[in-house]
C-alpha cells in the first residue's frame, strides 16, 4: 500500500487520470471543510510511494474533482461557496481558468463557460452527477431527497425518478458494462442496484457499512464488482451478483471518514482512496488480486 501525507487538508474526493495511469488528484479541504480554504492537490504514483507534482489553492473547500475526459491538462473542482472551477495543470499560473458560478446542471466551456440548459426536479440538494458512459446526452444524479434521476439533455426533461432510498442519497455510478445498471449509497448505510428497465425494486441491496456511504464506484474490470467508502473509516468491495455474503473485503486502513474513491482504468483492480485523516492511499484489495501462479 502506498500512502501519501497532507497535513492539515481533509480529503474529500479523489479520481485517477484517464489518461495518465500513475496520475491523480485529490479534492481537499481545511478545518474538515467547516471553514477555511482548499487545495488541489496532482499526485503522481511511483514504484516506491505517491509524490506530489503540483498543489493549488482556493479560497473555499473543495469536495469533488474530476478530469476532463478529452484533455489530460484540465480538471474540474467543485467549491464550497457554490462555484466550480476549471484548472490547467500545465499552467504556470496558480488560479483557475475559469470559474463558474451559477448553479446550472450543464456547461459549455468552449463558450466561455456559458450555462447550457438548467434541469429542475430535485427537492433536496444534489449530491452527485455523472454522464452515462453509454448514451450521448443522458445523466443521472442522486440528491437528498431520496431519488436517482435519469435525465435527457436534448430534451431537457427527467426520463425517469426512482424512489431509491428512504434517506439522503450521497453517490451513484453507473456499471462500464451495462447501460441499464446503476449503483447508489445512502445515509441508510446500504448501496442498491438498479436496473433502469424494472426499478419496483433493486436487484441487490448491500448492507454492511455502519454509517453513511460517502462515494461508490463500479470496477472497471469485472461486471458485477464494486468499491464503497463510508463514514465508519472503512472501504468494502461488493460482487453484486452473489446472493449469499457479496461482501467481499473490507478494508479498515484509516482512521477518519473515507470520502473519496477511485479504481484506476488502466492498471487492473488498483484502487485509491482519501480521508479526514490527512491521506491518500493506493492499493489493490486482496479480494481483486491475482492467486499465485500454483492456485491457477
Sequence with gaps: ???????????????????????????????YGIAGCGTLLVLEQ?????????????????????????????LLTGGGDGSLQVWDTANPQPGPLQVLKEHTQEWDLSRGGQSLCTLQGHEGVIYSTLWSPHIPGCFASASGDGT???WDVKTGRCRLAIPAHKAEILSCDWCK????VIVTGAVDCSLCVWDLRNVRQPLSRLRGHSYAIRRVKFSPFNQ??????????????WDYSRTEQPLLETLEHHSEFVCGLDFNLQIPNQVVDCS????????TPLCLAAPPPSAR
Aim: aromatic fraction near 16%; charged fraction near 20%.
Design 224 to 237: 458485477t464488482m464494486l468499491a464503497s467508502c463510508s463514514y465508519d473509516f472503512t472501504v468494502r468491495l
Design 1 to 31: 500500500m502506498k500512502t501519501f501525507k497532507f497535513p492539515a487538508r481533509h480529503g474529500y474526493a479523489v479520481e485517477i487520470s484517464p489518461f495518465i495511469p500513475t496520475r491523480l488528484a485529490c479534492a481537499t479541504s481545511q478545518y
Design 276 to 283: 479526514w485523516d490527512e491521506t491518500v492511499k493506493i492499493y
Design 46 to 74: 511511483t514504484e516506491t510511494g505517491i509524490t506530489l507534482v503540483k498543489s493549488f489553492d482556493w479560497n473555499d473547500g473543495l469536495f469533488d474533482v474530476t478530469w476532463s475526459e478529452s484533455n489530460e491538462h484540465i
Design 148 to 150: 436517482l434521476r435519469v
Design 177 to 180: 458494462y451495462d447501460q441499464n
